[in-house]
């Protein structure tokens, strides 16, 4: 079963199949600095079509055909990245074996890659949903609770390749009528796909019932709530999801940690001798600023709730534990120099030697002041599970959400900044630890943020 006609689905192949012919034109043009000539062109199409079909299969293989595609597009970055280096490896030996063709395109390769990844990105993002503009895939929400209120409003502005024809809230509807709604949208010719809440009492009677009326139809999916909204806000649920959940999806590979932890000591070696060019100067400016210390030490919460203690260039007038009593913000007040030192990041540059004890990751959680951990910990559902990896100078909910109390505490906004951390802890990997240090970058250089 799919949820585009099969026409659709063979645009896209075809079109996959012209970015693949077109990089290779590209790759060669680039590579010679000039237009390559109609022989040049045709020693290389004739063993890359070869290829071709062979990249093809494994574009099937990575899910780039499945029935979720046309839901699922945050995927398509890592997804088409991994596809493309196993092709790439695939080529590489491929004229390694077979020397018959003369051709041994090793620079051609590796320029390929990257030519082939960017066509094929923009097409299948920007190009592709244009040829389909106007034809959504037309689904029904069964779910309830304040994430699946925010999910089927977002979703209502219209700017995404699907639609809900219906929303059933569980919570206003009996299980009885639940179920007979269901069953009836389910065998509607128009719906393609059911969302629903897989932890709802009322969903689970009627999924049997959908199953069965589903599997008549020729183009269907049923997809988990949590799944959609994790696409559409790059966040986790918390309504949606248990603790069951959260310890099912917070595992990583051993490639990945290791890999983590040499870019974590590479990055953090390199940046950190070269920060302490800045020392004199940001030293200067504090003494000058009030004559108080220059470094303050903190104690925060590491990994697996440990103790760690790290140091920053003093921005604040004071040393902030988190003991904010019933206020629940901090007296302190920031310096003139902190202002600025904050807005560039500058006063976290001693922490890069906690990076490479390897207290603090580069990418991770934020680190929290005991006491403020402690209150969190108590109020809030899934909280602890960010201890499971090392906290970091960067993250994922430190670019996505910037409502965060630094210097007080607040339950609603720390829960919203959870969604983000629960998010990164199920879908970290190498990728999205670089795709969210250079947003850092871009953010620092910019000057947005403090």
Request: with cysteine; charged share 20%; hydrophobic share 50%.
């Amino acid at each position: 079963m799919t949820l585009m006609p099969k026409r659709e689905y063979l645009a896209l192949l075809i079109g996959d199949i012209l970015v693949f012919i077109a990089a290779l034109w590209l790759t060669l043009a680039l590579r010679y600095l000039q237009p390559p000539s109609p022989e040049l062109f045709r020693l290389h199409f004739v063993p890359f079509s070869i290829l071709f079909i062979v990249w093809i299969f494994v574009f099937f293989l990575a899910g780039l055909y499945s029935r979720h595609t046309p839901l699922f597009r945050s995927r398509l970055f890592s997804t088409i990245m991994y596809a493309q280096i196993i092709n790439i490896l695939i080529a590489a030996l491929f004229f390694f074996l077979t020397p018959v063709f003369g051709i041994a395109p090793k620079t051609n390769l590796l320029l390929y890659l990257v030519v082939s990844f960017v066509l094929i990105f923009l097409w299948r993002v920007s190009l592709y949903p244009r040829v389909r503009a106007g034809r959504k895939i037309r689904g029904v929400l069964i779910a309830s609770g304040p994430d699946a209120k925010r999910l089927a409003d977002e979703v209502k502005g219209g700017r995404y390749e699907f639609i809900f024809d219906h929303v059933i809230d569980t919570k206003e509807a009996p299980s009885h009528e639940v179920i007979q709604r269901a069953c009836r949208l389910a065998v509607d010719a128009g719906v393609s796909f059911i969302v629903v809440d897989l932890s709802d009492r009322a969903v689970s009677s009627a999924l049997p019932i959908i199953y069965d009326a589903a599997f008549h139809k020729e183009r269907f999916a049923l997809l988990n709530a949590v799944d959609l909204y994790q696409e559409v806000f790059e966040r986790e649920p918390l309504s949606l999801i248990n603790y069951e959940w959260v310890l099912s999806n917070i595992g990583t590979s051993r490639l990945y940690d290791v890999l983590k932890r040499a870019l974590d000591f590479v990055v953090a070696a390199l940046l950190g001798i070269v920060s302490l060019v800045f020392y004199p100067f940001v030293i200067a400016a504090i003494k000058l600023d009030d004559g108080g210390s220059i470094f303050i030490t903190q104690s925060r919460v590491g990994r697996y709730q440990e103790p760690i203690k790290i140091v920053k260039f003093r921005s604040m007038s004071g040393n902030d534990e988190g003991r904010y009593g019933k206020s629940g913000k901090s007296t302190l007040k920031v310096t003139r120099v902190g202002k600025w030192i904050r807005l560039l990041r500058i006063d976290e540059l001693p922490q890069l030697w906690n990076v490479l004890r390897g207290d603090l990751s580069l990418v991770g959680p934020r680190p929290e002041l005991p006491a403020i951990a402690s209150v969190y910990s108590a109020k809030i559902p899934y909280y602890n599970a960010r201890y499971l990896v090392a906290p970091g100078l960067t993250g994922w909910a430190q670019l996505k959400h910037d409502r965060d109390p630094h210097h007080g505490h607040d339950i609603s906004e720390t829960k919203e900044k959870l969604s983000f951390d629960l998010y990164y802890l199920k879908h970290r990997s190498f990728l999205l630890d670089l795709y969210i240090i250079f947003q850092t970058v871009r953010i620092v250089l910019s000057a947005r943020g403090s």
